[in-house]
């Protein structure tokens, strides 16, 4: 989904290019599919820290994002179609956090064991297939960015997945 400032910018050239897809009968739904393995693509290289090479697949992915509407317009859009743009859309939204969060699960991901846990209520803490039980009377563990103890997680959870 392009801001409005840069579809109008580039609308010449999407219609350009729609119009010549739509000579050779490629569909909408393809150019979408296709955007959206390019976005993968890119949220692949992000998890392996090819950042040049991300940055330039998630920039033909938005174009192709732009450019499946215009091939819809110029021939017939259906809801079907405006529907797998958009799942797609959030699909690939989505993986772009998320191979931020593999390429560097130390700094960029979100606590991995989410456990919420109610007064009087017991929780699950499960790192690493190993699970610890998080009662109310468990210690109270100060979550920080780095932590000088060795083996420790940002969580305060030791690898094995013991709550420390």
């Given at each position: 989904?392009?801001?409005?400032?840069?579809?109008?910018?580039?609308?010449?050239?999407?219609?350009?290019c729609?119009?010549?897809?739509?000579?050779?009968?490629?569909?909408?739904?393809?150019?979408?599919?296709?955007?959206?393995?390019?976005?993968?693509?890119?949220?692949v290289?992000?998890?392996?820290?090819?950042?040049?090479?991300?940055?330039?697949?998630?920039?033909?992915?938005?174009?192709?994002?732009?450019?499946?509407?215009?091939?819809?317009?110029?021939?017939?859009?259906?809801?079907?179609?405006?529907?797998?743009?958009?799942?797609?859309?959030?699909?690939?939204?989505?993986?772009?956090?998320?191979?931020?969060?593999?390429?560097?699960?130390?700094?960029?991901?979100l606590?991995?064991?989410?456990?919420?846990?109610?007064?009087?209520?017991?929780?699950?803490?499960?790192?690493?297939?190993?699970?610890?039980?998080?009662?109310?009377?468990?210690?109270?563990?100060?979550?920080?960015?780095?932590?000088?103890?060795?083996?420790?997680?940002?969580?305060?959870?030791?690898?094995?997945?013991?709550?420390?």
């Amino acid at each position: 989904m392009l801001d409005r400032a840069a579809n109008a910018a580039l609308m010449p050239l999407l219609q350009v290019c729609a119009r010549g897809l739509v000579r050779a009968g490629v569909r909408a739904d393809t150019v979408t599919l296709i955007g959206f393995g390019i976005g993968i693509a890119a949220a692949v290289a992000i998890a392996m820290q090819h950042y040049a090479l991300s940055l330039a697949l998630l920039l033909v992915s938005r174009l192709a994002d732009g450019l499946d509407g215009a091939v819809a317009r110029l021939t017939q859009p259906s809801d079907r179609g405006a529907f797998l743009d958009i799942t797609l859309d959030f699909l690939f939204y989505a993986s772009i956090p998320l191979a931020f969060a593999l390429a560097d699960p130390l700094h960029n991901a979100l606590p991995a064991p989410v456990s919420i846990v109610f007064p009087g209520q017991q929780g699950v803490v499960a790192t690493g297939g190993n699970a610890g039980l998080l009662t109310r009377e468990a210690p109270a563990v100060p979550i920080t960015a780095s932590d000088p103890v060795a083996g420790r997680t940002p969580l305060g959870l030791h690898s094995g997945g013991n709550l420390v």
